[in-house]
């Protein structure tokens, strides 16, 4: 799937919720954009909330309930005709804003730093995993936490500089000339290179690779592995966050009309 990451600030929690209602309703199916948003959201049904801020809430078994909705469009395949490609979209967009808001959310709250400071980096991270197989935005991320704490123009003793702590020299061949480690796009897209040829080398062994990776520094893998599970879960829950709100108007539209 191709994501389009903007530059722009990220929409808060309210106006997205907003934009999904006025999504549903210009809808013809309720139920086709029901089940949109949760094949979107992905597999994550429970949802106590993805914002810290908010109370837990327990509409998980109201949420399985409507997993029917997905068998009976498989079972009537004359349906799909009825999802509009745009609104599918759109959809898709305002699920993966939800994701990286709560990504950076989670962050800023964990670092202590501002939002606008790590909203750069996640957005970054996604739309470098949006071009590669195999590489996930949470993955990126959690390698960026982990090797620099999201500052762009740290370098330590042993040359390694930026966001992923690249070395320009052990890799001279992924850089042209002109270009710096210190710049967070060359950065994330050499280190995702890295990782990539890593990959390969260890017959796609993700930990042999993040090992590698670190120079085979104890525990590594573990933590950053552990950080991207952490990051796809709460992407996870905001996005189904967003299907619930559709799930919602749903049933209220229900009520008013039966």
């Excluded at 013809?28 to 106590?48: D, E, M, N, W």
């Excluded at 890799?171 to 002109?178: G, P, T, V, Y």
């Excluded at 930990?207 to 520094?217: E, H, I």
Aim: charge should be neutral.
């Amino acid at each position: 799937m191709q994501v389009v990451v903007g530059t722009g600030p990220m929409t808060d929690k309210k106006t997205l919720l907003n934009r999904v209602e006025s999504l549903y309703r210009l809808t013809s199916r309720r139920t086709s954009a029901f089940a949109v948003a949760l094949c979107l959201a992905g597999s994550s049904i429970a949802i106590p909330s993805a914002w810290a801020s908010e109370p837990e809430s327990d509409p998980a078994a109201m949420a399985f309930n409507q997993l029917t909705v997905l068998e009976s469009l498989h079972q009537q395949p004359e349906a799909a005709s009825d999802i509009d490609l745009k609104s599918v979209q759109d959809m898709e967009s305002m699920v993966d804003e939800a994701r990286m808001r709560a990504q950076v959310e989670y962050l800023a709250e964990k670092l202590r730093k501002p939002p606008e400071t790590v909203q750069k980096y996640v957005q970054l991270a996604w739309a470098e995993a949006s071009r590669r197989v195999g590489l996930t935005p949470e993955l990126l991320i959690a390698i960026m936490h982990k090797e620099s704490t999201f500052r762009p123009k740290v370098q330590n003793r042993y040359g390694a500089q930026g966001l992923m702590q690249v070395v320009r020299r052990w890799h001279r061949e992924k850089l042209k000339a002109s270009e710096s480690l210190f710049d967070p796009a060359v950065n994330v897209r050499v280190g995702a290179d890295i990782l990539e040829e890593y990959l390969e080398s260890v017959g796609g062994d993700l930990s042999k690779a993040l090992a590698k990776y670190s120079g085979n520094s104890r525990n590594y893998a573990k933590k950053v592995l552990g950080e991207s599970h952490k990051l796809a879960h709460v992407a996870d829950m905001a996005a189904a966050e967003v299907a619930m709100a559709t799930w919602q108007l749903e049933d209220s539209s229900a009520g008013q009309t039966g």
